[in-house]
């Protein structure tokens, strides 16, 4: 039975409001100045706890599942195979030459394989890499435009290796088709892009969707859309199907309303809300990138995040993956098993390492957990947030010199701990052994908004640059976890504030970087 979607939206919030107290949201040139001030939101990111009060049936869906779970995210891998390259709506931020972008950033192709292709290369990942505990479906195109595909390529895992979590992320058009298949299949995590309930404002993201056998366009192809995507979402919840949902938010289109998507996804049962910066660039050749469509600076989303927290748990640690990613979210290790690779590859599935592996980690977050206590009953109480970037490579530690980090995962510290707020990509400070001025300039523009980066190490030259830009380059915690890590600084921090030796002030905005991810 067909139902409207939500009315417009009833608590119109601008994003002035939101920002409303920060500072200027300038972003710095090259080697740029030094703002002041924390921005000062506090973070809610649910997925972000321990167990919590989760009942033990959802904490074991999404215990080691690096996207429904921040701190699974420094430990467990998932991997993509892309074997849906169909579509049946049409966003304005994508263009079909590349992978789709609901889960993934424009400008990225992916290689596309068979299910049979597919299940190959996820026992060839799962021998190498035993950190891999989701296999997701995320594109090129719709995963349940290409139903037969997904499913078959499912099918086939489960049988090779079981103890894989399931995972797909779907524009929500095909999804009540499809739901029953989907549980039937023991799928447990679905991601749903929403990214309006208002079909006026969905008419500015989506000019079409192929439906019933035709092409539908303007307000009522939105219509369609949101209506069959909030049904969805409900069937999911109904069959205890852990549903997160990605919203792309677009400046001047679709920010203020996200807040009302939160709101209407919560309601229906959502598990986890996304949202992840519009990435648009004229050479991506989408609409929005043609006509000059911007994205938002970091500060516009962790305001706009920050503006949700009570609703729909957060999820920041989104790195707009590609349909074909392997490794830990912040890294990309699809290079090693491209096609022409799995195929020469004699692999065999060997459960008992996986488990052993998965066994450590456990052990080491039990110690992370007890380190984390400890830290967080030498808080200072103060009313002063900070920004802290942190180099690592994985593990939940800060274990990555400051030239080789292609991201910057970034902390928000005050009298209530240290939580994972973002993370921010960039290119690395040492190409070739050789640190240059306009890749200080670059990472400074990150994480302009960060009082100081946490890493293993550090040259002097960047060193010094940080220091003039205002971020403090701190060596002290190499190797230790980053959480102790990030609230031990932050208690010093305060008391060179309190001693008079630091001025807390607001710090300017950083950028979101647009341009291609460079991996390695
Ligand atoms: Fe893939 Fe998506 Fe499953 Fe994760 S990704 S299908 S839920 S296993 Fe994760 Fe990648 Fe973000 Fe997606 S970081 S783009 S949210
Ligand atoms: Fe592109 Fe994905 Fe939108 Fe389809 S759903 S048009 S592949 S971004």
Avoid at 100 to 120: M, Y
Avoid at 134 to 155: C, H, I, Q, R, S
Avoid at 302 to 319: E, V, Y
């Amino acid at each position: 039975m067909d139902r409207k979607p939500d009315a417009a939206p009833s608590a119109f919030v601008s994003l002035e409001a939101l920002l409303a107290g920060v500072a200027s949201a300038d972003v710095p040139e090259p080697g740029g100045g030094c703002g002041t001030s924390s921005a000062g939101g506090k973070a809610s990111c649910g997925s972000s706890a321990g167990q919590g009060d989760m009942p033990d049936e959802v904490w074991n869906k999404v215990k080691n599942h690096p996207c429904y779970s921040e701190e699974a995210h420094h430990h467990f891998a998932r991997m993509h195979v892309a074997v849906a390259p169909a579509c049946n709506i049409q966003c304005n931020y994508c263009n079909r030459k590349y992978d789709c972008a609901n889960e993934s950033r424009p400008g990225v192709v992916s290689e596309r394989l068979t299910p049979e292709q597919a299940a190959k290369k996820v026992v060839a990942v799962a021998a190498t890499i035993p950190q891999m505990t989701v296999l997701g479906v995320a594109g090129p195109g719709d995963p349940l435009a290409n139903p037969k595909k997904t499913f078959k390529t499912f099918e086939l895992v489960a049988e090779t290796a079981p103890d894989i979590k399931l995972c797909l992320s779907t524009n929500g058009l095909a999804l009540p088709d499809h739901v029953d298949a989907i549980a039937a299949m023991n799928v447990d995590h679905v991601t749903i892009t929403i990214n309006a309930i208002d079909p006026d404002v969905g008419a500015k993201i989506y000019p079409w969707i192929f439906w019933d056998h035709r092409r539908i366009i303007g307000r009522e192809a939105s219509e369609i859309l949101i209506r069959r995507q909030l049904e969805g979402l409900e069937m999911l919840t109904a069959r205890g199907i852990l549903a997160k949902i990605n919203s792309v938010m677009i400046p001047g289109i679709n920010d203020e309303h996200l807040i009302e998507v939160n709101k209407a996804v919560k309601a229906r049962g959502a598990f986890l809300h996304n949202i992840m910066p519009l990435i648009s660039e004229a050479e991506h050749g989408t609409v929005f990138g043609l006509a000059g469509q911007r994205g938002p600076t970091a500060r516009e989303l962790k305001a706009l995040q920050d503006a949700c927290a009570g609703g729909a748990n957060m999820m920041r640690h989104c790195r707009q993956c590609r349909a074909d990613a392997v490794g830990l979210l912040g890294e990309d290790r699809s290079d090693e098993f491209t096609t022409e690779k799995i195929m020469e590859m004699d692999v065999s599935y060997d459960l008992s390492a996986r488990q052993a592996y998965q066994a450590l980690v456990e052990k080491k977050r039990e110690e992370a957990a007890v380190a984390k206590a400890d830290a967080m009953a030498a808080l200072p109480d103060a009313d002063i947030s900070i920004l802290v970037a942190v180099a690592t490579k994985g593990g939940g530690l800060v274990n990555e010199h400051f030239g080789h980090a292609s991201e910057f995962q970034i902390y928000e510290v005050s009298s209530d701990g240290a939580l994972f707020v973002g993370h921010r990509r960039v290119d690395h400070y040492c190409q070739g052994g050789f640190g240059e001025d306009s890749d200080l300039g670059d990472i400074v523009r990150a994480i302009n908004d960060c009082v100081a980066v946490l890493v293993s190490n550090i040259g002097h030259c960047p060193k010094e640059g940080l220091a003039a830009a205002g971020i403090e380059p701190v060596a002290d915690y190499a190797l230790e976890l980053i959480v102790p890590s990030a609230i031990d600084y932050y208690g010093k921090y305060v008391a060179a504030v309190r001693a008079g030796i630091r001025i807390h002030d607001t710090r300017g905005d950083a950028s979101i970087r647009q341009g291609a991810f460079v991996q390695g």
